[in-house]
């Protein structure tokens, strides 16, 4: 049946979410708790969306702290997150490990820029003249209120002291705190998340301009922001994917932020709901989701 009218609860609680959705008051929950995914995909896998999400986690570095001014820092911090080990045991919900700030998009594959090497981040640090993590001072690492960005850093900061013998002391702020932090460069690492406003990687690549009203890390780079310029003007799409690439290329290098993972959409959607279909930047238009009227709901 075609919809009347459409009611959208605010809740707060992905638990609470997901108790409405199980108890029918809600058609579709939009966020699922991770320790219940795995029960749905056993037990009511027509329910469960898994969709790729044009959307990445990433560790802001602010460049202007002294610590991480040296590039061979960041990246070191950088090859040292098992992003394997935090998409399967920690995220879970289909994220996928990032290798590089941009998801696949629209025919771009970035290249891999970050992967797991412990060893390589090791050398990098002692080239930097902090082997084993000797003359660093203990860094802060920033996240925002939530059950996610407190196990992605308790796993992250575990890892860097095995790997890398480096002290991190976690920092949660709630929201608005946490983003006048971040805009007032106030942290040494922040775990950030940004979703795409369009299907294009210029949607993520512009993030790292100079003075940009996103970037929030004190890097800059002329080279970069000349490529950013020139993308924009090109209309090309094979030149184009070329400079975004050149773009990954000095992110990797530079490392002023770290990819973790690549973001899925993860729905409960009841199956009366029909015209609710999958994409990359999870828009639905209400005026062509109906429900099927055999299978109830009103």
């Known amino acids: 049946m075609r919809l009347k009218r459409i009611v959208f609860y605010p809740v707060e609680s992905q638990d609470a979410e997901e108790r409405m959705f199980r108890a029918g008051q809600l058609h579709i929950a939009t966020s699922v708790p991770l320790g219940r995914i795995d029960a749905y995909r056993r037990e009511r896998p027509e329910v469960l969306r898994i969709s790729p999400f044009f959307g990445t986690m ?6 202007t702290r002294s610590a991480l001014a040296d590039a061979r820092v960041r990246r070191a911090l950088g090859l040292a997150i098992d992003r394997e080990a935090l998409t399967q045991r920690v995220l879970r919900g289909g994220k996928i490990p990032a290798r590089a700030l941009t998801p696949p998009v629209d025919g771009f594959e970035p290249p891999a820029g970050f992967f797991h090497d412990p060893a390589a981040a090791r050398a990098l640090l002692a080239e930097a003249g902090h082997e084993g993590g000797a003359g660093l001072p203990p860094l802060s690492m920033l996240y925002p209120t939530s059950q996610n960005g407190q196990l992605v850093a308790e796993a992250i900061q575990e890892m860097w002291r095995v790997e890398l013998g480096v002290e991190v002391r976690l920092r949660n702020q709630e929201w608005k705190v946490y983003l006048d932090s971040v805009n007032t460069l106030d942290y040494d690492l922040a775990i950030s998340i940004w979703a795409g406003d369009y299907a294009d990687p210029l949607s ?6 100079t003075d940009g009203g996103n970037n929030r890390t004190g ?4 080279e970069y922001d000349s490529l950013v310029r020139a993308a924009l003007d090109m209309p090309d799409d094979a030149e184009r994917r070329q400079v975004y690439a050149r773009l990954e290329a000095i992110i990797a290098r530079e490392a002023p932020v770290v990819p ?17 279909n999958p994409n990359i930047l999870d828009q ?15």
């Open 58 to 63: 990433y560790l802001r570095a602010n460049v």
């Open 204 to 209: 993520f690549l512009d993030l790292l301009v």
């Open 219 to 222: 890097f800059s780079d002329a």
């Open 260 to 276: 973790i993972c690549h973001y899925a959409s993860v729905e409960l959607v009841h199956p009366a709901v029909r015209g609710w």
């Open 284 to 298: 639905h238009p209400w005026k062509h989701v109906w429900l099927e009227a055999a299978a109830g709901g009103e």
